[in-house]
T-cell receptor
Framework: KQEVTQIPAALSVPEGENLVLNCSFT??????LQWFRQDPGKGLTSLLL?????REQTSGRLNASLDKSSGRSTLYIAASQPGDSATYLC??????????FGKGTTLSVSS | NAGVTQTPKFQVLKTGQSMTLQCAQD?????MSWYRQDPGMGLRLIHY???????DQGEVPNGYNVSRSTTEDFPLRLLSAAPSQTSVYFC?????????????FGQGTRLTVV
């Protein structure tokens, strides 16, 4: 059974710092991996989608990498801002039927 | 461009009552699914559908029913609400099952069962 783990569970950083969020999964047979952002009391906003054949994707200050063979993905956030404070979720798409989520990393960026 | 729309946003039910959570998407997506999100548990799959007329159970299906009569709509029915069903419910859709496509989520329904 696929399991997705996100470390750390919570992270506090000062504004301007570069940071890395980690996601690991136990079964490498995935279609893709998707990173989401969730603000308190809100829905999930898709940040980046990495196909199984890709190594990384970039959007603005965000860069996500995927190492399928080792079952790892990282989300790199450059020059963090208070507006980046949110919970970040990673999810793997396995067998094309459902997303399996990690429990998230809650990020707090202080000004 | 509405995307995935869930109604209602908030609901309070008494134990034993029934209700339907609505989900609609306007992107002509084949695949739709329902998740519940609980503190410390993450998002867990309740039911999913790979197309109109086809549904299947996810990880936590007990106490919930679904149907998919149209491509656009995927309602989730609570037959007899229990306090354990207090949660935030999210509906999601993606273009094609079996293909590597992006999933889109609704804004959620916060349900409290008293």
């Amino acid at each position: 059974k696929q399991e997705v783990t996100q470390i750390p569970a919570a992270l506090s950083v000062p504004e301007g710092e570069n940071l890395v969020l980690n996601c690991s999964f136990t079964d490498s047979a995935i279609y893709n991996l998707q990173w989401f952002r969730q603000d308190p009391g809100k829905g999930l906003t898709s940040l980046l989608l990495i196909q199984s054949s890709q190594r990384e994707q970039t959007s603005g200050r965000l860069n996500a990498s995927l190492d399928k063979s080792s079952g790892r993905s990282t989300l790199y956030i450059a020059a963090s801002q208070p507006g980046d404070s949110a919970t970040y979720l990673c999810a793997v798409n396995q067998a094309g039927t459902a997303l399996i989520f990690g429990k998230g990393t809650t990020l707090s960026v202080s000004s | 461009n509405a995307g995935v729309t869930q109604t209602p946003k908030f609901q309070v039910l008494k134990t034993g009552q029934s209700m339907t959570l609505q989900c609609a998407q306007d992107m002509n997506h084949e695949y739709m699914s329902w998740y519940r999100q609980d503190p410390g548990m993450g998002l867990r799959l309740i039911h999913y559908s790979v197309g109109a007329g086809i549904t299947d159970q996810g990880e936590v299906p007990n106490g919930y029913n679904v149907s998919r009569s149209t491509t656009e709509d995927f309602p989730l029915r609570l037959l007899s609400a229990a306090p354990s069903q207090t949660s935030v419910y999210f509906c999601a859709s993606s273009y094609h099952v079996g293909a590597s496509t992006e999933a889109f989520f609704g804004q959620g329904t916060r349900l409290t069962v008293v």
